[in-house]
């Protein structure tokens, strides 16, 4: 199962460590892929969408789902 989300203010290569740290945090072993021209984060193999999120905004974003 893979979940998306646009992060809008999500612009720079440290703001992509940022993110994928927070969401490896929040759920181990799941894959993150980054898209930062287009600001979206696919999360794969994560089981709760809400608390990868939550781990988003926690680390300082705004993630909206796709």
Do not use: W
Not at 7 to 21: E, Q
């Amino acid at each position: 199962m893979s979940i998306e989300f646009q992060v809008p203010d999500m612009t720079c290569g440290h703001c992509v460590k940022t993110i994928t740290g927070a969401v490896n945090q929040a759920a181990p072993g799941a894959t993150v892929t980054v898209d930062l021209p287009s600001h979206r984060v696919t999360v794969a193999g994560a089981g709760e969408a809400d608390k990868i999120e939550a781990a988003i905004r926690e680390a300082g974003y705004q993630p909206a789902r796709v």
